[in-house]
Each structure stands twice: as C-alpha cells, then as structure tokens.
C-alpha cells in the first residue's frame, strides 16, 4: 500500500484554497475513486490523468486508487487539479520520491499526451498559495508570466508532464517564467473626437473625479455612446492593489491578453442589450463566472439603449451597485466577486428617437413615460449624474478648429482630484468621493453649514429628493470643489450637483 500527499488550490470566487491532494494505493480490483466534492471536469479527470501518465512513458499502477482533496467540505471545480493528480498518483506508486515536492503548490491541466495546458485563475490561485506561506508553486508554462506577477514566489513552468517527472527524478531544470515584455497598449478614444457637449463633457470630467455613477438621455447622434466610450481614457491608471483585484478577475473568466502582465487601464464593459442576468452579475452551472460588472471592476460598465435590457438584468444591478460586491448563491455554495464599478446608462428620449429630439417626437407622452419608466426609481435613485444632451448643431459638428481639450488635458485634473479625496478620506478605508457613506458627510468634521446646504434640504423634505439623493449630491459636490481645487464645497457647488442629479435646466 502507497500513500502521497501534494499541495494545489482551488477558487471559491476570487478567494483562493490550498487543497492537499492525497492518494492512496491498496490492493484490490484497480479502480480510481475521487472524493472531496468534485465537480464533473475533475470526475473526468481519472481518465485524463491514466493517458497522461501512460503516454508520457510512465506506469500506471493496477491497483485500488482513492484520490482525496482536503477540505472535503469545500468544492472542488475544474481541471486544474489534473497535475497534481498525476503527481499524487506516481508519488503514491514510487515512481517518483514524495518528498520532492513538498510545500510545493502543483496547478496545470493535462492532455492526453501528457502535455501541460493553461488554466483559467492561474494568478488568484498563486496568491493564495503565496498568502497561505508558500513561496514555490509549479504552473503551466502558457500561465507562467502571469503567476509571476505575485511577489515572493518562485515560479516554475512544466509543459509536459514528462518534464516534471525527470525534474523530480533527475534534477532536470523546469522552464523558468518569460521575461515580463512591455505591453503595447492601443490609444483608445479620445475627447477630441467628441463635437459640441459641453454639458456632457462636464458630466463625463465629474464622474471620473468622483467615481460617480451618470446616465446620458438625448436623441440619436447626440455623443452619448462616444462619451462613455472615452471615460476610461480620462480615469487614472490602477494602483498596484486594484490592478492585481482586476487582472485576478479577467484570468478566472480567461480574458487575460498575451504576456499575463498586471492590467493597468481601467476595464471597460459594453455588454449587448440582450444580456441575461448571469451575464451581467455572474453565475453558470457549478462555479458561478464573473459577468460584466465584475469583468468592469474598476473601471466602467456602459449599457447603451438601457431600456432595452431586460427589466430583471437591470434590477440586478442595484445590489452591486449599492455594496460593490456581487454575491451569488449555488445550491453548493455561495460565491462572491468584487464589483466596484462605474455604471453608465445611455437612453433615448422615447421609442420613435427622432435625431431633432422633442420637436419631431411622434410619441405621446404616455408612450414616452413608458419607455424610460423601464429605468426604474430605484436604479436611477443610484445614479448621480443624469443629464440631458442636446441635438449636435451643424456649426458644433463641422469646426475644424478643435477647440475642445483632449483626454491627456481632462485626465490630469482628474488625477489631481482623486488625489485631493484620497487625503481626505484615506483615515475613513476610501479611496473616491462616490464610496464615503452618507453619514460621514452629515457629520463633523465633513458636515456643510446651513446656508449651503439650504436648497438641498428643501428638497429632501419637499420629497422631490430621497435620503438617498441627498447623499449622492452631497458626494457629487464633494467632487465639484476637488475639480475647482478648493477644500470644501460651497452652495454653487450644491446648485451644480442638484442640476446634475435631476436634469433640470439642461
């Protein structure tokens, strides 16, 4: 009878494992049992892992197998366990000494060549093992740059199952990780491009500054799509943190572009209109899948024609927008992925979307109640900046001139308000004006005087703003005065906010 026992990790969302593989040999009739709460890829795995190892020259061992992953009471999802599987199994037999490997963490998927091919999740994975006090891990060689972005772990690469096997018996050299190569980084949209919208430039510039939520309604042509698609180019670039959350995100969904480096642009996403809940929020069979606002963590996610979306994706929004954090419940578990997004919404002003606007409308005014009515209250209660775009004039469209500002020129400002907010709110754990909760911003030292805030609490008792509401203006404010540079918000700032919180006079 054999016994072994290697080191692997499985993913519960983005929250990583370490999962002990264990095999035993006894005698008996040869058959191969895997117990821990498998899923079906790794049921399929016995078959895989018997190939693998037959046809990278080894012997499969004719006795009673049983394959265990520790915790038994954590799922276990996916092929990335194969690897360590195999490694388990000769180690178990004697073919290769089971202390060579050990607190060494073994991830790779086997084909039934006995090659070695990527897995998705490779760098949350890494940095759990890397959390968990393990400093050598072994990784296909296709996610090698990848799971060399995480500090303090040493990093070896395997292509085949071959290659393992003759490092642990021979001493033979795996493959080291790809030098880290720059990445060419496209220039994406810029302001330039955007004619006339001085309203929806503005709009743009403040939600940037303050992580803010915005829904842009005008009439077909009026820019809406072109200034959502530019938002990205005016957000700063991720710090080290919210670069390894978002690269983390993309290599579970196996989004990650060639070269496996850290991302550093904001993630936009533009999901279709036909898109289903568990594409917007996450979910799937078994492990639940990061959807479009996780995928957009970070960064921006834009639903152009909103009210075309299903009513129920559009209300599944509103949990993540609130917390930042999507939870989704299996009957095998719950998973949770981080989704701390900017959501822009894009609407025409009624069914029939006559490019002059309300002039040659052929709606009646129910119809056109009833078009945006599919944007709820409750989601819109959500967004802080709503505005309403103009028709694009002829003498705006065709100046050759350029007199708007690029987004190199936009950007900066944003940066320097974002720095302004972080130095305030930095003691209280946020980073935008967009996250501090309400209360911080009705009490000392935050709380505004009396005069200022005058037209705001009018409203709030009046009902035209929720509580909701006048919290959203208060932050939006916030973010006007860091764009102007002062350091705190006076009552034009107010008047601005509420302006762009409920449309009126735009």
């Keep these: 009878m054999g016994y072994a ?8 969302g983005v929250a990583g494992h370490v999962v002990e593989v264990e095999a035993d040999l006894a005698p008996g009739l040869p058959a191969v049992l895997i117990s821990g709460l498998p899923d079906t890829a790794l049921h399929e795995a016995r078959d895989r892992v018997r190939a693998a190892i037959v046809n990278s020259g080894q012997k499969w061992p004719n006795r009673r197998i049983t394959l265990n992953l520790l915790p038994a009471t954590l799922p276990k999802y996916g092929s990335a366990f194969d690897l360590a599987l195999a490694v388990a199994v000769l180690a178990g037999s004697g073919e290769l000494p089971p202390v060579a490997l050990d607190a060494t963490v073994i991830l790779g998927e086997l084909g039934l060549d006995g090659a070695v091919r990527p897995v998705r999740g490779t760098l949350p994975m890494v940095a759990a093992a890397a959390r968990a006090g393990y400093a050598r891990v072994v990784v296909p060689a296709g996610n090698a740059a990848e799971a060399a972005v995480i500090p303090g772990v040493r990093v070896h690469a395997v292509d085949t199952l071959h290659r393992l096997v003759a490092h642990v018996r021979d001493g033979t050299p795996l493959l080291a990780p790809p030098e880290p190569a720059p990445v060419a980084v496209p ?37 809406k799509t072109m200034l959502a698609e530019r938002l990205p180019s005016i957000l700063p670039e991720l710090d080290d943190e919210a670069a390894l959350e978002v690269t983390a995100l993309h290599s579970i969904a196996g989004l990650l572009p060639p070269g496996g480096g850290l ?16 594409a917007l929020v996450g979910g799937g069979s078994g492990l639940a899948r990061p959807g479009a606002v996780s995928l957009a963590h970070r960064g921006v996610l834009f639903l152009d024609e909103a009210p075309e979306y299903g009513k129920g994706a559009l209300e599944a929004l509103r949990q993540p927008l609130e917390s930042g954090v999507v939870r989704v419940a299996r009957t095998r578990g719950a998973t949770e992925y981080p989704a701390r997004t900017q959501l ?17 409308c052929e709606c009646t005014p ?10 709820s209250g409750p989601l819109l209660d959500r967004v802080d900046v709503q505005v309403r775009l103009p028709p694009v004039r002829a003498a705006e469209l065709l100046r050759t001139d350029a007199p708007h500002e690029s987004s190199a020129a936009v950007a900066a400002r944003v940066v320097e308000a974002r720095r302004a907010a972080a130095d305030r709110w930095t003691p209280t754990g946020h980073r935008v004006n967009a996250d501090v909760p309400g209360p911080h911003l009705r009490r000392p030292p935050w709380h505004l005087p ?25 932050r939006v404010s916030w973010t006007i005065a860091d764009l102007d540079g002062r350091d705190r918000p006076d009552e034009h700032d107010i008047a601005e906010a509420i302006q762009l919180r409920t449309g009126e006079g735009t």
């Design 366 to 375: 129910l119809a056109r109640r009833r078009y945006l009515g599919r944007l």
């Design 263 to 278: 991302l550093r642009r904001p993630p936009f996403q533009a999901p279709h209109h036909t898109a289903t809940v568990p």
């Design 344 to 360: 822009v919404l894009a609407a025409n002003p009624c069914p029939c979307a006559k490019p002059s606007g309300d002039a040659d």
């Design 5 to 12: 026992k290697v080191l692997s990790v499985g993913l519960a």
């Design 187 to 223: 220039p994406g949209p810029d302001l330039l491009d955007v004619a006339g919208q001085p309203l929806g430039r503005r709009a743009i510039e403040i939600a940037a500054a303050g992580g803010h939520h915005l829904a842009l309604l005008g009439p077909p042509g009026a820019g």
């Design 450 to 474: 009396a005069r200022v805030t005058r037209e705001l609490r009018r409203r709030l008792d009046t009902g035209s703003l929720s509580a909701r509401g006048y919290d959203r203006v208060l």
